[in-house]
């Protein structure tokens, strides 16, 4: 079965300060790979996707990610963070044509100190 | 409309009863989708709609809960006699046709069932 692991529930860091985030998925083939935000009360915000090519993706709000096959990751990464950074972070994966309906990691609860 | 609606935003139910919950989506989008998010969780499907047709309702936690989009647009999901595992956030999902496109989310329905 399909699994996607985010494996820190919680991370702070200081303003300005760099951000990785990490995830890694467990699936049969190379899947359509994404990273939604959700802030307090909201829906999910799209952060940026991978369908194909380059390897290395840029992403809304100056963040990046990189896939991996080798290693089945998906981290994402910002140089600097930003006050208004501070919310939940999804990392998502979905198969390759049919309804690529996406399964979930359990969120990252990303805090920033001032 | 410019984005996936959802309504009402939050919903107080007693147990036992039933509730509806909206979802317009994006305007032309064929897919659609429905998550429900539990508190600390990542969304987890729930159903998916091709058009009118509902294709796969795997996720449906129990024959309580129903969901129908009989024009192709707006979708309902229902829930009958509700029970306190059913507090959670559902939120719902568009997405165009094609194959590398992304879901957009609403902002969700918050149920809390008393």
């Known amino acids: 079965a399909q699994s996607v692991t985010q494996p820190d529930i919680h991370i702070t860091v200081s303003e300005g300060a760099s951000l990785e985030l990490r995830c890694n998925y467990s699936y049969g083939a190379t899947p359509y790979l994404f990273w939604y935000v959700q802030s307090p009360g909201q829906g999910l915000q799209l952060l940026l996707k991978?369908?194909?090519?380059?390897?290395l993706v840029q992403g809304i709000k100056g963040f990046e990610a990189e896939f991996k096959r080798s290693q089945s990751s998906f981290n994402l990464r910002k140089p600097s963070v930003h006050w208004s950074d501070a919310a939940e972070y999804f990392c998502?994966?979905?198969?390759?044509?049919?309804?690529?309906?996406?399964?979930f990691g359990q969120g990252t609860r990303l805090t920033i100190n001032p | 409309g410019a984005g996936v609606s959802q309504s009402p935003r939050y919903k107080v139910a007693k147990r036992g009863q039933d509730v509806a919950l909206r979802c317009d989506p994006i305007?032309?989008?064929?897919?659609l989708f429905w998550y429900q998010q539990a508190l600390g969780q990542g969304p987890e499907f729930l159903t998916y709609f091709q058009n009118e047709a509902q294709l796969d309702k795997s996720g449906l936690p129990s024959d309580r809960f129903f969901a129908e989009r009989p024009e192709g647009s707006v979708s309902t999901l229902k829930i009958q006699r509700t029970q306190q595992e059913d507090s959670a956030v559902y939120l719902c999902a568009s997405r165009s046709q094609g194959m590398n496109t992304e879901a957009f989310f609403g902002q969700g329905t918050r149920l809390t069932v008393v």
């Open positions: 305007s032309g989008h064929v897919s």
């Open positions: 991978y369908f194909s090519g380059d390897t």
């Open positions: 998502a994966v979905g198969a390759r044509g049919g309804a690529q309906k996406l399964v």
